[in-house]
C-alpha cells in the first residue's frame, strides 16, 4: 500500500460563488500538493510543534529582545523598549493566572520560571520610582 499523504487543500471558491463545498482536511493528490506543498525535507528542516512551553519561551524571548538581549549575535540589537517588555510579562502573568491548575508541572515550571527570569531583569533595568 503506498503512503498515504496527510495535509490540506486550499482552493479559492471567490470566484465559483462557493458553489463547491471544500472539505476541511483531505488527502490530496500529488497534482493539487504540488503547487501548494512545502519544501521537501532535505529542503528544510522540520520545525517543531507550537507547544505551550515553546509558546511562553517565545513570548520571553521577545520580552528579553525588548530589553535590550541580543538573541543572535548575527543580528542587530533592538532598541530598549521597556514598556513593550513589561507588557509581555504582564501578558503573561495574565496566563499564569488563568491557566492554574491546568497546565503539567513542565508547562507550570517553565511559566514560572521565565516570569521569574523577566521580572528580575525587568527591574534591574527599569527607572527608580
Not at 463547491?20 to 483531505?26: G, R, T, Y
Not at 501548494?36 to 510543534?49: L, N, W
Not at 497546565?103 to 520560571?113: A, I, K, S, Y
Amino acid at each position: 500500500m503506498a503512503e498515504e499523504e496527510h495535509g490540506f487543500v486550499i482552493r479559492d471558491r471567490r470566484a465559483s460563488g462557493g458553489a463547491e463545498a471544500a472539505p476541511a482536511a483531505s488527502s490530496p493528490s500529488k497534482q493539487s500538493m504540488s503547487a501548494t506543498s512545502p519544501p521537501e525535507p532535505s529542503q528544510a528542516p522540520p520545525t517543531p510543534p507550537v507547544t505551550f512551553s515553546s509558546f511562553i519561551i517565545s513570548l520571553g524571548s521577545s520580552s528579553l529582545m525588548f530589553m535590550g538581549e541580543q538573541l543572535d549575535p548575527q543580528q542587530p540589537s533592538m532598541p530598549v523598549n521597556l514598556p513593550q517588555a513589561k507588557e509581555i510579562i504582564d501578558l503573561l502573568s495574565v496566563l499564569e493566572d488563568k491557566t492554574k491548575g491546568n497546565l503539567t508541572p513542565d508547562e507550570q515550571t517553565v511559566l514560572r520560571d521565565m516570569l521569574y527570569a523577566l521580572r528580575m531583569k525587568y527591574v534591574t533595568l527599569a527607572p527608580p520610582k
